[in-house]
């Protein structure tokens, strides 16, 4: 059986995470943050179904400010979780943030250096060191108002967001992503601040599980031991979203990694929380199903026999036992029996066989769960595009609810259809940017249109 990896202990709030402590569930509001009556609501909806922190979307300081609205009522009514305000792009955002909410997470990849514009760039080893020290010199600030109030820190590193600058030096890789957040991680070692969360997110679970685990080893080099959050971003929503967070997910807590999760879902936010704790009581039995499926490979097939109470179950425990194994490439197939009687067995196989990256017998759909951010109708939209996409086998369709992450985290995507305004959507083949701004209730017509044209 794997041992838990052992990491310090961060303070959020009225809870702890890492080191002895229980492995945290946590979910992201969509409500509009100035919406305090809307984000109030959904916080509580979030918090009943079980979950322990509840992350809102602050785009400027508007945002920021309103979270000590939100935070008040809250705490009136009863609920005193921890409330996490999500920042990109503007420093002073997270300044503001940090006075009024338990934790901030910051993205290494735009806190400070500008839009990413795909281009690469030349840096002398001079050169680059100065651009480290325009890093300290935002984050050293933001840092100590943290330490005034008491508020803890996720360094949140998404593959999708790099900088030019790491992308230029690293280029897409692991490594690129790992140094992305350990140059702001020493600087929050130098400052001698400890209430930090460390998360590298992915949309491709190979990407998430190896670079993950790279972060582990080179903190551990540097004798740093911070806990881990875990997520599989744009992970889509039905059983597609469920197996492939269960893959990448499941593949680290099995192997002792993860401190804290999020199943990020294309869904209403309270629906992640039963799929992400299901998956943090299955720990002990996948980890042996993963023994027993790593013995049983023959002829490149890995054989797992698995029995559970109801479909869902089932789903996540066969995903989470074999889920390393496969982006590992112990094998590359996978045959499923089970004690109780499934007619869809074969399609679960090819399903998992997919969100390891092995094979692809269906199209594929890099959706994010949407936020305070988000710029239209998410779950309407992924509904049309689905009903319109879904015989186009091995196709891959990225869903955007705004920039941030898109075009980035869909890089690998044959297309993307992304909010690039109120009502407006930007369609992109890979990372090129074809159509601007076409208004949403004709945008996925365009991507059919696109999509059919380029078929021909």
Same mark, same amino acid.
């Given at each position: 059986?794997? @041992? ?79 409330l996490v305000a ?28 500008? &839009? ?34 008491? =508020? ?24 690129? @992503? ?26 491709? +679970?190979?990407?998430?599980? =190896? ?6 080893? +080179? ?29 990448? @997910? ?7 990694? &993860?401190?804290? @999760? ?77 004690? =109780?009687?499934? =007619? ?16 692809f017998t269906k ?10 951010? +988000? ?13 319109? +996409? ?47 701004n076409i208004p ?17």
């Open positions: 059986m794997s @041992i838990r990896r052992i990491s310090s202990v961060a303070h959020v709030g009225n809870i702890a995470i890492g080191g002895d402590n229980p492995i945290r569930i946590q979910s992201m509001a969509t409500t509009d943050t100035n919406d305090t009556e809307g984000s109030v609501a959904q916080a509580k909806r979030i918090i009943d179904a079980g979950g322990e922190l509840v992350r809102f979307t602050t785009q400027g300081t508007r945002e920021a400010e309103n979270m000590k609205n939100i935070s008040a009522r809250l705490k009136a009514d009863g609920y005193n979780q921890p999500d920042v990109h792009f503007t420093a002073h955002t997270a300044d503001v943030a940090a006075q009024y909410c338990e934790k901030v997470r910051i993205n290494p990849g735009n806190y400070v250096d500008p &839009g990413r514009t795909f281009k690469h760039l030349e840096y002398t080893d001079e050169e680059y060191q100065e651009e480290l020290k325009k890093i300290e010199a935002k984050l050293v600030p933001f840092i100590n108002i943290c330490k005034e109030h008491h =508020t803890a820190v996720r360094i949140g590193v998404n593959h999708g967001s790099l900088s030019d600058r790491i992308m230029s030096r690293y280029g897409d890789t692991p490594e690129g @992503i790992v140094e992305s957040c350990m140059e702001f991680l020493r600087i929050f070692r130098r400052e001698n601040f400890n209430d930090v969360v460390i998360s590298i997110k992915a949309s491709n +679970t190979v990407v998430m599980v =190896t670079t993950v685990r790279l972060l582990v080893k +080179t903190m551990d080099k540097e004798d740093m031991h911070y806990p881990l959050h875990l997520g599989v971003t744009e992970a889509g929503e039905g059983e597609d979203g469920r197996i492939k967070s269960a893959v990448g @997910i499941g593949a680290l807590l099995t192997e002792g990694i &993860g401190d804290t @999760i999020r199943v990020s879902l294309s869904e209403e936010p309270e629906c992640e929380i039963p799929v992400a704790r299901k998956l943090v009581e299955l720990i002990p039995e996948c980890d042996r199903l993963r023994a027993e499926a790593e013995a049983s490979i023959k002829d490149d097939t890995i054989t797992l026999t698995v029995d559970a109470p109801d479909w869902e179950t089932l789903q996540l425990k066969a995903a989470m036992a074999v889920g390393g194994l496969l982006i590992d490439r112990k094998a590359t197939k996978l045959v499923i029996t089970s004690n =109780t009687s499934h =007619t869809s067995l074969t399609s679960l196989a090819d399903a998992i066989l997919q969100a390891a990256r092995i094979k199209t594929e759909y890099i959706s994010c769960p949407g936020c305070g951010r +988000t710029l239209y109708n998410l779950q309407e939209t992924i509904a049309k595009i689905k009903a319109a +996409t879904s015989h186009l086998v091995g196709l891959k369709i990225g869903i955007m609810g705004c920039i941030v992450n898109g075009p980035g985290e869909m890089a690998d995507a044959d297309y993307g259809y992304v909010g690039a305004g109120r009502g407006k959507i930007s369609l992109y083949k890979q990372k090129v940017c074809v159509e601007k949403e209730e004709e945008a996925v017509d365009k991507l059919l249109e696109l999509i059919n044209k380029d078929m021909k």
